[in-house]
């Protein structure tokens, strides 16, 4: 059981950072529903989703 508890520690912190640079080397080129940082604002123009794009994927 504690084996479990090691894997998923560490499982989901590695998880974070391959997202982070998937997001940093393939950015989403369009505004979309299903991939990237969606929120109202952050879709509310061009200029805005490329900003939240680049942003999200440097936290």
């Known amino acids: 059981m504690e084996v ?5 520690d560490l499982l989901i912190p590695v998880m974070m950072i391959v997202v982070g640079y998937f997001f940093k080397k393939h950015p989403p080129t369009t505004i979309n529903s299903v991939y990237g940082y969606r929120t109202k604002r952050s879709m509310a123009s061009k200029e805005v989703w490329v900003f939240a794009q680049r942003y999200f994927c440097g936290l």
């Open 4 to 8: 479990f508890f090691w894997v998923t």
